[in-house]
């Protein structure tokens, strides 16, 4: 891999992140300038990243105009969840026909994870870790195609809840997921699918409330909070700090 596709890479996955954990807010502007700043590119390799995040379905990027991250309609929030539902049941029933004893330590561990998040009260991992919850399914169903699907639904959902929704509820996260573990574990598909159907049926109960939150905030403080976060990356070199301007 290119230096180039690398730091793409980079960017693309710090931005995730961002938009994931509901730090960057729908609508947020995102002016190549000051990501070329932060993730030290240059304003093509910033219009590549945008590209890819945009066929995510994560940013706006329109010609000649200020890409922003994507703010999606409530029939488009709607449409979300229709597949996400679909897809959800299939990858169970994977699953169930691929289980093997390491699904359920590797399930149970992350279930660990978002419950320690919950208690410390880090409610940006919380929302970030359930959502890793239901990819981490999709990896484990066996079907890259499918666990691609799914990844890019589970991240246009937590901008739908950014959007729309009331305040992430990790109780209920954590103890619905075990719920859904227990029944993997088990080996019960009805059950397992029932579960999942009433898990994702809750979210959606909490996203479809129209309370769109226009939060004021730094975009360069979040954003080199990202990009802090996910320097540590073996395949990365630090990124440059951007340079203070001199007073006049």
Not at 106 to 125: C, F, I, N, T, Y
Request: with cysteine; aromatic share 4%; hydrophobic share 40%.
């Amino acid at each position: 891999m290119s230096k180039k596709s690398t730091r793409v890479d980079f960017a693309c996955k710090a931005l995730r992140q961002a938009i994931i954990e509901q730090a960057l807010p729908p609508g947020t502007k995102l002016p190549e300038d000051e990501l070329g700043a932060r993730f030290g590119m240059s304003r093509t390799l910033v219009r590549a990243a945008l590209a890819q995040l945009q066929s995510e379905g994560l940013v706006d990027a329109p010609p000649r105009r200020t890409a922003t991250t994507a703010k999606p309609t409530l029939e488009q929030a709607k449409e979300v969840f229709e597949v996400r539902r679909t897809l959800e049941r299939e990858v169970v029933r994977l699953v169930i026909l691929r289980w093997r004893a390491e699904f359920g330590a590797e399930l149970e561990g992350h279930v660990r994870q978002e419950d320690a998040a919950r208690k410390g009260g880090d409610e940006r991992v919380s929302i970030r870790l359930a959502g890793e919850f239901h990819t981490k399914l999709g990896a484990l169903s066996g079907n890259a195609l499918l666990a691609r699907y799914l990844g890019e639904v589970v991240s246009r959902t937590s901008l739908i809840l950014a959007l729309y929704g009331r305040p992430h509820s990790a109780d209920c996260a954590v103890s619905e997921h075990r719920e859904i573990v227990a029944a993997l574990r088990g080996r019960d598909a009805t059950a397992a699918i029932a579960l999942m159907d009433h898990h994702l049926g809750s979210v959606e109960h909490r996203a479809m409330l129209d309370q769109g939150r226009d939060g004021q905030f730094d975009l360069g403080a979040v954003l080199s909070r990202y990009v802090d976060d996910n320097a540590t990356s073996p395949k990365v070199a630090p990124l440059p700090r951007r340079k203070k301007r001199a007073s006049k």
